[in-house]
């Protein structure tokens, strides 16, 4: 609790792991956002549209966290990373707009 405390923790945020591939031990572990372990959970780069963002990133951005599962499988069965984003994943559809930019 000692290491928690004086490394930053509040209610408010998550413990991460710096080095994914690592350990939880105290040199490996800071406290983050929920959005900053959103994306760093999705460090994979993909490119859409000729843009290149964090996957997690561009979900967030284009509003789609609820599909991102079915997005990702898209993606492993072959999609392209813009038909598994832009093909509808129910009935309806929804608009493609870049938050913040880009």
Same mark, same amino acid.
């Given at each position: 609790? *000692?290491w928690? #405390?004086?490394?930053g923790?509040? *209610? !408010? @945020?998550q413990? *991460? +792991?710096? *080095?994914?591939?690592g350990?939880?031990?105290?040199?490996?572990? +800071?406290?983050?956002?929920? +959005?900053?372990?959103?994306?760093?959970? /999705?460090?994979?780069? #993909?490119?859409?549209?000729g $843009?290149?963002?964090?996957?997690?990133? @561009?979900? !967030?951005?284009?509003? @789609? @966290?609820?599909?991102i599962?079915a997005?990702?499988?898209?993606?492993k +069965? /072959?999609?392209? #990373? $813009?038909?598994?984003?832009d093909?509808?994943?129910r009935?309806g559809?929804?608009?493609? #707009?870049i938050?913040?930019?880009?």
């Open positions: 609790m *000692d928690a #405390v004086s490394n923790y509040s *209610d !408010e @945020l413990i *991460d +792991r710096i *080095d994914g591939d350990n939880y031990t105290p040199d490996n572990c +800071r406290w983050v956002t929920p +959005r900053e372990n959103r994306l760093n959970a /999705g460090g994979k780069i #993909v490119a859409y549209y $843009e290149n963002y964090y996957f997690t990133e @561009l979900i !967030e951005r284009l509003d @789609l @966290l609820p599909h599962s997005i990702r499988t898209r993606i +069965r /072959g999609y392209s #990373v $813009e038909d598994a984003i093909k509808p994943i009935n559809n929804y608009k493609r #707009v938050k913040g930019g880009n």
